[in-house]
């Protein structure tokens, strides 16, 4: 199924961008007429019918809507370091919203080398991977913040920390991991979290976690982490 995205709805008019409404008219050659299916990124999945085949803003009129679409028993928020290789962490949030997550923190730690995100390209990735997951929620992303203000700050639900340093007691991520309305998970930078911030996260409740014997890179430790909460809850 191909899913178009756009924010821009108004009655039953939907406006789509430039890049929505070239792939649209010139890469699939839609036209009058053509029927489409496209998301507003807020739960809500349509059928369209085009009315203006325009390349740099198509239009197409609702003909039927589906609330709540694929929505999940869970919400995920997922706080990870950025990396000095952004690569790599584009790969992680695509693979991310593509598993499933709600909300997206960077995670500034003492280790982390690389402390700023291109948060346009950013949100562009998260809703290529929502159109081609077939999902109708846009993940949240969230401005970068200090490791020491986000556990601080964050009161609800199951919060877990996951490391590698053996010297504090860990349980398997799997045995942590529950059914449960609110989960967050926080995921270190190359070097992983400093002892003063396990500790830290410990006094504020998170509880610490192994992801497996392996000695994961960041992105990867993030999305085994999702796929954890993913086979938890279904």
């Known amino acids: 199924m191909q899913v178009f995205y756009t924010n821009n709805i108004s009655g039953d008019i939907a406006v789509f961008n430039e890049e929505e409404s070239l792939h649209g008219v010139k890469v699939l050659r839609l036209c009058k007429g053509s029927r489409l299916t496209f998301t507003d990124g807020k739960g809500n999945m349509y059928q369209g019918e085009v009315i203006t085949d325009n390349s740099r803003k198509m239009e197409a009129r609702i003909i039927s809507s589906e609330s709540k679409y694929g929505l999940r028993d869970y919400y995920l928020h997922m706080a990870v370091s ?6 790599r962490y584009e790969w992680f949030v695509e693979k991310a919203v593509e598993m499933g997550i709600d909300e997206l923190t960077p995670l500034i730690c003492d280790h982390t080398e690389k402390q700023t995100i291109r948060e346009e390209r950013i949100n562009r990735i998260m809703i290529s991977a929502m159109k081609q997951s077939v999902k109708a929620y846009l993940p949240r992303l969230n401005k970068s913040v200090r490791f020491s203000q986000f556990v601080n700050d964050t009161s609800e639900g199951l919060k877990l ?38 500790e830290l996260a410990v006094e504020n409740g998170f509880r610490a976690v192994s992801l497996g014997e392996s000695r994961l890179r960041t992105e990867t430790a993030g999305l085994v982490a999702c796929c954890s909460a993913y086979l938890a809850n279904i």
């Open 82 to 87: 950025p990396l000095k290789n952004r690569d």
């Open 161 to 198: 920390i996951a490391h590698c340093n053996s010297s504090y007691n860990r349980v398997p991520v799997t045995a942590a991991l529950q059914p449960a309305k609110m989960m967050t998970i926080v995921i270190g930078p190359e070097g992983d979290f400093s002892e003063a911030e396990i």
